[in-house]
């Protein structure tokens, strides 16, 4: 099976006053249901509080990200899943429950993963 990342960054999740609680039921709905299925590997929104550090490998750390590159935000599902078409049909649940598109990524083979 395959790994999925599926995702959104916070900006595209736009909630009307009022639905925030309808929204987080939903997307917990939808984690509970890929986690009786079997196919949940990982999920969580990215805390933007909290600044991002860029670690060099001696240890070195400083405040930010590579240059050019974005902060990632939003949230974040990996699904391992059958088929892409399967990752379409998670993606679709999650888009619903969270009121917004979700990005699909498919992560390569790791056999040691």
Same mark, same amino acid.
């Given at each position: ?39 949940? $590997? ?7 509080? $909290?600044? !991002? ?24 599902? $990996?699904?391992?899943? !059958?088929?892409?078409?399967?990752? $379409?049909?998670?993606?679709a649940k999650i888009a619903v429950a969270c009121r917004c598109a979700q990005e699909l990524r498919q992560f390569q083979y790791d056999?040691?993963?």
């Open positions: 099976m395959t790994k999925y990342l599926i995702s959104f960054p916070g900006e595209a999740m736009v909630v009307p006053e009022g639905e925030f609680e309808a929204v987080a039921r939903d997307s917990h709905a939808v984690i509970e249901e890929a986690k009786a299925a079997g196919v949940y $590997v990982f999920g969580g929104g990215i805390d933007e509080d $909290v600044a !991002p550090v860029l670690v060099a490998g001696d240890g070195a750390a400083v405040e930010g990200t590579y240059p050019g590159h974005t902060v990632p935000n939003g949230g974040y599902t $990996v699904l391992e899943l !059958p088929s892409r078409e399967a990752a $379409v049909e998670w993606a056999p040691a993963s």
